[in-house]
Nanobody, 115 residues
Framework: QVQLVESGGGLVQAGGSLRLSCAAS??????????VRWYRQAPGKQRELVAA???????AYSDFAKGRFTISRDKAKNTVYLQISSQQPDDTAVYYC???????WGQGTQVTVSS
């Protein structure tokens, strides 16, 4: 079972930026069909999909994430990144990464944006 570990969260002021990392324990991009997805869950809300990236590097974003969120991956490091720019208080959430189709989840990393 692949293990996923998120990092990079923290406290940031509105307008600032963060880069989150999702490190996998295996060579996840050697498997055709693997997709890594970033989700977030704000207090009192359901978990929502932010962005996804395929093994070939093709990104996809939820509508709210277009323009401020950038997903990328480093195949050699088995790591997927989520860059968040111009952060807003509504971005406050725990951010999780997920591997499809195994449905592996990381423990999450907290992002808090102060106004």
């Amino acid at each position: 079972q692949v293990q996923l570990v998120e990092s990079g969260g923290g406290l940031v002021q509105a307008g600032g930026s963060l880069r989150l990392s999702c490190a996998a324990s295996g060579h996840i991009f050697r498997v055709d069909g693997n997709i890594v997805r970033w989700y977030r869950q704000a207090p009192g809300k359901q978990r929502e999909l932010v962005a996804a990236i395929t093994g070939s590097g093709s990104p996809a974003y939820s509508d709210f994430a277009k323009g401020r969120f950038t997903i990328s991956r480093d195949k050699a490091k088995n790591t997927v990144y989520l860059q968040i720019s111009s952060q807003q208080p509504d971005d406050t959430a725990v951010y999780y990464c997920n591997l499809f189709p195994t449905n592996s989840w990381g423990q999450g990393t907290q992002v808090t944006v102060s106004s």
